[in-house]
């Protein structure tokens, strides 16, 4: 089996690979059918992240989530190492970071 490291830097060379209109594509199908999901139905909170570099891209999933009145939360470095999740109600709350 291989190590950890390795399969995250193969998945990222797939990634990295794709068109940029291919991984648009692709991440609309995924915020769509977890949009679809009985699990989002029932959730009142969602966990997400901003998307960097190639990863896939969660913004529609969060605008469904807000247009649903679920409350969004997202990622905040404070420290190498150190993170914490903080509820954002807009894009407009962010600011760069990791």
Known sequence: MEPKSEIRRS???LRKALLSDVRQRCSEQIAL???LHPLFARCEFLFC???CKEEVDLTLLMKA???SGKRVAVPRVLSEGEMEF???HGFDELSPGY
Do not use: D, P
């Open 11 to 13: 998945k990222r060379a």
């Open 33 to 35: 059918r977890v949009t």
């Open 49 to 51: 992240y901003m998307a």
């Open 65 to 67: 989530a807000w247009k």
């Open 86 to 88: 903080f509820e954002i």
